[in-house]
T-cell receptor
């Protein structure tokens, strides 16, 4: 079946531009996560949705980062006034919410953002 | 201090070798434990869950030591296709997200 998809796969932005990154989770998956992966590092948590509710945004690095999932399916991560330190791969993951809290997160291919 | 600490490597081993990766986690409230595999420029994928009793999947064996807050992954009879970055991952009580280590890069050499 279809996995998690993300678009665009690559994005080059000039410093100061706004960008919007899209995630299409696996159909029916309740939970959706955004992670940021810098070069040579593991993914770092940004934010978490359960259906349309953003339950945790503690990982967003600044108020320039904003995420939404208005209908509980597709999600958009927006970065305003991009800075060079925002250059990274942005990964989206989705999961079913299973009893007991142990679940597998399925990752999309990521969007590689380069800010010049 | 990071939630999960890993030796980034790289580990370069010949085909057929046995290689072991370790990681430590800082929070005793950590709940679930995993190894993820990430190929170059690809997304992370779940390799295996890790249990206190230890678990094995073919050539891969994972072990958890809760007292020492230590997780290990052993790969026997390495194949060229095992070349990847191996990410140590934990979850915490009260949080839904995954906490990743920096990853350990493995290259299996012919």
């Amino acid at each position: 079946g279809a996995g998690v998809s993300q678009s665009p796969r690559y994005k080059v932005a000039k410093r100061g531009q706004d960008v919007a990154l899209r995630c299409d989770p696996i159909s029916g998956h309740v939970s959706l996560f955004w992670y940021q992966q810098a070069l040579g590092q593991g993914p770092e948590f940004l934010t978490y949705f359960q259906n349309e509710a953003q339950l945790d945004k503690s990982g967003l690095p600044s108020d320039r980062f904003f995420a939404e999932r208005p209908e509980g399916s597709v999600s958009t991560l927006k970065i305003q006034r991009t800075q060079q330190e925002d250059s990274a791969v942005y990964l989206c993951a989705s999961s079913e919410r299973l009893a007991g809290g142990v679940y597998e997160q399925f990752f999309g291919p990521g969007t590689r953002l380069t800010v010049l | 201090r990071k939630e999960v600490e890993q030796d980034p490597g790289p580990f370069n081993v010949p085909e057929g070798a046995t290689v072991a990766f370790n990681c430590t986690y800082s929070n005793s409230a950590s709940q679930s434990f995993f190894w993820y595999r990430q190929d170059c420029r690809k997304e992370p994928k779940l390799l295996m869950s890790v249990y206190s009793s230890g678990n094995e999947d073919g050539r891969f064996t994972a072990q958890l030591n809760r007292a020492s807050q230590y997780i290990s992954l052993l790969i026997r009879d390495s194949k060229l296709s095992d070349s990847a970055t191996y990410l140590c991952v934990v979850t915490k009580t009260g949080a839904n997200n995954l906490f990743f280590g920096t990853g350990t890069r493995l290259t299996v050499i012919p």
